[in-house]
């Protein structure tokens, strides 16, 4: 399973279906593989409360790159202790971690992009290949306001990279419809979003934006815009895990 045409298919049999039941069609069609990548995000969290709330069998993962904010990883308790379901965590290889900042030093992401790409590819896209294998859906909380490159996203598409069908329930919310379903479920957010982070990926390379900035603004800052890439989705310009 793994062509336009059976992409096809699957869009037109769960037409009309809410986010809860396009999942359980999913995890019907491919029982064991679909995975859901959670950066504890507000997109994600509608995600994992969709997911735990509904009891659906979709596994849920997270990429722990070592170097997020406290309050990602407090979010990331409050949602364990809320729907008690096991959330697994995937780590940088230790061996090529140590090699890199022995080389490179701790930051040295700031100092060109050949670095900060190197640090992706450790801490988040080598992670990711092996969280994402044997699996044949990924779920993810990509929304089309975030990036350009997002606009004509499909909420199906194939992913040859991975080899995966990737699935974006809630690529065409507006970051009110999501704020209103976190409130009306009150499900557990970062408050970073409440100080202006609109998408949070690590400590060191995402800041808050001013109103009215590009979403994506807060993210790798001091490069040029149109090399901001990491590898998690090949097609964008700018990444976040898990990151939406
Ligand atoms: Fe490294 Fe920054 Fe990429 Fe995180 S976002 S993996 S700290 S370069």
Redesign the pocket.
């Known amino acids: 399973m793994s062509n336009i045409a059976s992409i096809e298919q699957i869009q037109a049999q769960v037409k009309g279906f809410d986010i809860p039941q396009t999942l359980a069609f999913l995890v019907q069609q491919f029982p064991g593989k679909v995975t859901f990548s959670s950066s504890f995000s507000y997109e994600d969290q509608v995600i994992t409360h969709d997911i735990l709330a509904n009891k659906l069998p979709v596994s849920i993962f997270t990429l722990d790159?070592g170097?997020m904010f406290p309050e990602t990883y407090s979010v990331w308790s409050s949602t364990l202790n809320r729907y008690n379901q096991p959330i697994k965590a995937y780590y940088p290889d230790a061996i090529h971690l140590e090699q890199f900042i022995e080389q490179k030093g701790p930051n040295s992401?700031y100092e060109s992009i050949d670095n900060?790409k190197s640090?992706?590819h450790i801490?988040?896209v080598e992670p990711l290949k092996r969280a994402l294998a044997g699996n044949e859906v990924w779920v993810t909380g990509l929304r089309a306001e975030h990036s350009a490159a997002r606009h004509d996203l499909p909420q199906f598409e194939w992913d040859p990279v991975n080899n995966i069908i990737k699935y974006h329930p809630i690529l065409y919310w507006t970051t009110e419809e999501v704020k209103e379903y976190v409130r009306k479920f009150n499900i557990p957010y970062n408050p970073l979003h409440d100080r202006g982070f609109v998408s949070i990926?690590?400590a060191?390379?995402t800041r808050a934006i001013k109103p009215g900035e590009d979403f994506r603004a807060g993210r790798w800052w001091w490069e040029d815009a149109d090399k901001k890439e990491?590898g998690l989705h090949e097609h964008e310009k700018v990444e976040e895990l898990t990151e939406k």
């Open positions: 790159t170097r992401f900060r640090c992706c801490r988040k990926g690590c060191p390379c990491c």
